[in-house]
């Protein structure tokens, strides 16, 4: 069987904020099913399943920056506040209770299957270490100077790839039901409302595109479209998103 990942100081520090701040939400085993998670489209995230959406890594496992920027921000558009007030050694350590919550949730998985016989001990510690560590950082090439002939790359990128779920306007139609790989239901980005739910800078967007948002409908597009292409659909998805902005 593998072993829990041991409680150190800074765990239980990251626990205290994680039961006051988030197990409403995201339950205090993590699973998604804390008291408010009722009715909440999409539904918290499960960390047990270790399907992070925003991440910046080669093999999509959050990095400690990726965790930090998602906490003190939260997700615009959904029920996910943003906790700007807290400190950096703080929200670290709650990275690093909800990086312990994901690997025991996984390395219960992977017992079931050294306790049936499909793996060696050995296979599923090595599995939960890729499942469980972040890779290196995406390389995001440098961000292209935006003109009208690159946007209308970016456009045809995007009514080849995107306007099923997200609209020829950025507006969904939500009357076509998606669904994350639980079975909740997941409503696409609405870009014209003027967010993103994981940033708006344009190297978080390249990323996202490239990288896909696991656990959902989002696939990856890094074999079908080349970087240039995809620095073109971000800065139409940029110029989509500009007419939900409020005008001060």
């Not at 995107?162 to 079975?183: M, N, Q, R």
Request: neutral net charge.
């Amino acid at each position: 069987m593998l072993p829990s990942v041991e409680m150190t100081p800074e765990l239980v520090r990251g626990r205290s904020f994680f039961e006051m701040s988030c197990a409403l939400c995201h339950g205090e085993r993590g699973d998604g099913n804390g008291r408010f998670s009722m009715g909440q489209t999409p539904r918290p995230r499960d960390f047990r399943r270790a399907k992070f959406k925003f991440t910046t890594t080669t093999n999509q496992v959050p990095s400690d920056d990726d965790l930090v920027r998602l906490f003190r921000v939260g997700v615009p558009g959904a029920t996910m506040p943003g906790y700007p007030q807290a400190d950096r050694g703080e929200l670290l350590a709650v990275a690093a209770y909800v990086r312990k919550l994901t690997a025991d949730g996984v390395s219960v998985d992977l017992s079931r299957e050294i306790a049936s016989g499909t793996l060696s001990l050995d296979e599923a510690k090595r599995m939960l270490a890729a499942r469980t560590t972040p890779g290196v950082p995406v390389v995001v090439p440098p961000e292209p100077v935006v003109d009208e002939s690159r946007l209308a790359n970016g456009k045809r990128v995007y009514l080849e790839a995107c306007v099923k779920c997200h609209g020829a306007d950025g507006t969904p139609d939500i009357s076509e039901a998606l669904f994350d790989e639980d079975g909740t239901r997941n409503i696409p980005r609405r870009f014209a409302q003027g967010y993103f739910k994981g940033g708006e800078e344009g190297a978080l967007l390249f990323v996202r595109v490239l990288n896909g948002m696991p656990g959902t409908p989002m696939p990856s597009f890094k074999d079908a479209y080349s970087p240039a292409d995809i620095w073109d659909v971000v800065h139409y998805l940029q110029r989509l998103s500009l007419h939900g902005k409020p005008r001060g």
